[in-house]
Nanobody, 123 residues
Framework: VQLVESGGQLVQAGGSLRLSCVAS????????VGWFRQAPGKEREFVAA????????YYADSVEARFSISRDNAKNTVYLQMNSLKPEDTAVYYC?????????????????WGQGTQVTVSS
């Protein structure tokens, strides 16, 4: 599947953003989807993931109380709602999709990646 992220922008600390990941392909509902992020000078890290059915969600400890992942398979879209944003959330956010995802938190489980969307949180 091809993935396109959107929704990233400059926001003040404490604010909210909703990122979208739109997929092409008729079998999107079969894919687990994850969000990862990469800050300048740092390695890419796991943020959140959702199972193909939407029944299970997974979060990094650093975002669990503030971010929420959801999906609308009828729209081929996965959302990442980000609340109470902090400057340390500044990064390029990527969505990724995979058919054989088990743990949901590892990059290698995902086959297809989007180009990323920039989120900048000012203090």
């Amino acid at each position: 599947v091809q993935l396109v992220e959107s929704g990233g922008q400059l926001v003040q600390a404490g604010g909210s953003l909703r990122l979208s990941c739109v997929a092409s392909g008729r079998t999107f509902s079969s894919y687990a989807v994850g969000w990862f992020r990469q800050a300048p000078g740092k390695e890419r890290e796991f943020v959140a993931a959702i199972s193909w059915s939407g029944a299970s969600t997974y979060y990094a400890d650093s975002v669990e109380a503030r971010f929420s992942i959801s999906r609308d398979n009828a729209k081929n879209t996965v959302y990442l709602q980000m609340n109470s944003l902090k400057p340390e959330d500044t990064a390029v956010y990527y969505c990724a999709a995979g058919l054989t995802v088990v743990a949901h938190v590892h990059e290698y489980e995902y086959d297809d990646w989007g180009q990323g969307t920039q989120v900048t949180v000012s203090s």
